[in-house]
């Protein structure tokens, strides 16, 4: 199933003297089984295109083809759009709802009218992914810790087997054990299950690491698109833009002012541990 959208421009408060351009004119694709980043300063137009790829919000103009069809024909099959691409939002807490996290959970396959048996299935496979146990699916979500509520509301999307699963910052506000936690569960899911992943957030070390493609959004245009390393190599331009590529990036320019021979492109530790231990092992042998 691939996504496209063409010509998207959406505006905010249009005809009054609040009125803001938040996406302006922008065409790109999302192919089946990609892993793609969504990064760009605040204010970018991230989260308002997110929305638009489950029909959650309508363009102003422009439109949005899931498998060649314009989601917005037949206002009566944007449910289906919905199971079919989840999304799930920044804060739990706009998703989190019912008393227990299993009820939370269950909610959705529940509305696609399956039976007690498929639903009761989806829901403890999709706490599984996420990693929680069952001793929390008689408790209430909002008594767990935030990244129990980030898994909770994960688990709420794909219990609906979703074929495009939408991640706005998943790990915001995440001490680092929890980030790492949730980042291999999506990690996981991408490589087990083989669905589409679009995964918004503002850590560039994540998305080097992660994803296949990254879209870089500024001021409601797609500014940039490629791999993590063809775009972490506009460095100075991607700076204009308030955005960085990965600290790792910065040591090991610090270390090359300093003389020491070391490669350009490196954006995650996992490379700069390899590059390092071969300059060392180098030096070793000379």
Known sequence: MSIKINHLTYIYNMGTIFEKKA??????????????????????????????????????????????????????????????IGLAFQYPEHQLFEMTVYKDVA?????????????????????????????????????????????????????????????????????????????????????????????????????????DRLIVMHRGKVAMTGTPREVFAHAEQLEEMGLAIPQISYVLRQLRKKGYCLPEDIYTVEEAVKALYAFVKKGEEV
């Open 107 to 211: 909610f959705g396959p529940n509305n696609m009218k399956l039976s007690e048996e498929e639903v009761d299935k989806r829901v403890k496979e999709a706490l599984q992914t996420v990693g929680l146990p069952e001793t929390v699916y008689e408790k209430s979500p909002f008594e767990l810790s935030e990244g129990q509520k980030r898994r909770v509301a994960i688990a709420g999307v794909l219990a609906m087997n979703p074929e495009v699963l939408i991640l706005d910052e998943p790990t915001a506000g995440l001490d680092p054990k929890g980030r790492d936690e949730i980042l291999y569960a999506i990690k996981q899911l991408h490589k087990q299950r083989g669905i589409t992943v679009v995964l918004v957030s503002h850590s560039m070390e994540d998305v080097a690491k992660l994803v």
């Open 23 to 84: 996406l302006d004119d922008v065409t790109i694709e999302i192919q089946k089984g990609e892993f793609v980043g969504l990064i760009g300063h605040t204010g970018s137009g991230k989260s308002t295109l997110i929305q638009h790829l489950n029909g959650t919000i309508s363009p102003t103009m422009g439109e949005i083809l899931l498998d060649g069809e314009n989601i917005h024909k037949d206002k009566t099959k944007l449910k289906q759009v919905r199971q079919r």
